[in-house]
């Protein structure tokens, strides 16, 4: 698969167990982070899609591979997997090195926030996603 983004990040502490292993919630920080700053260097901001839109999360996945541990330097993949009016998938592939450790998705809905329910994300958005840099 080709992959639109990376971002390396070390492993710190707090993504830790007392033995020095990343916490199965700790991989869903670096999901976030690749897909802040990818949004970010397409010039959009993230969760907040403007003024009067969110995008908050329907639903996430993520299998386990192989563990991290602390000090290790991981690069998370992104891929922008579907893309619709109102839905935004990103994929994900943490590796360590040439090592596959964990794979994922994370599905997000836009909605309006003030009536909390759903609605299209601006075009610009959606075209600024699907451009390459």
Same mark, same amino acid.
């Given at each position: 698969?080709?992959?639109?983004?990376?971002?390396? #990040?070390?492993?710190?502490?707090?993504?830790?167990?007392?033995?020095?292993?990343?916490?199965?919630?700790?991989?869903?920080?670096?999901?976030?982070?690749?897909?802040? #700053?990818?949004?970010?260097?397409?010039?959009?901001?993230?969760? $907040?899609?403007? #003024?009067?839109?969110?995008?908050?999360? =329907? #639903?996430?996945?993520?299998?386990?591979?192989?563990?991290?541990?602390?000090?290790?330097?991981?690069? $998370?993949?992104?891929?922008?997997?579907?893309?619709?009016?109102?839905? =935004?998938?990103?994929?994900?592939?943490?590796?360590?090195?040439?090592?596959?450790?964990?794979?994922?998705?994370? =599905?997000?809905?836009?909605?309006?926030?003030?009536?909390?329910?759903?609605?299209? =994300?601006?075009?610009?958005?959606?075209?600024?996603?699907?451009?390459?840099?």
């Amino acid at each position: 698969m080709e992959y639109d983004y990376s971002f390396s #990040e070390v492993v710190r502490i707090y993504d830790t167990d007392a033995q020095g292993i990343v916490h199965y919630a700790g991989y869903y920080r670096f999901f976030t982070d690749a897909m802040q #700053e990818f949004v970010k260097a397409k010039g959009y901001s993230f969760p $907040t899609v403007d #003024e009067n839109r969110w995008m908050v999360v =329907l #639903e996430s996945n993520a299998k386990y591979i192989k563990s991290a541990r602390m000090g290790d330097t991981l690069n $998370t993949f992104l891929k922008v997997s579907s893309l619709s009016k109102k839905i =935004l998938r990103f994929d994900f592939n943490i590796m360590r090195g040439s090592e596959s450790i964990c794979q994922g998705y994370i =599905l997000h809905i836009c909605i309006d926030k003030n009536s909390w329910k759903s609605t299209e =994300l601006p075009q610009g958005f959606i075209d600024g996603l699907i451009k390459k840099v």
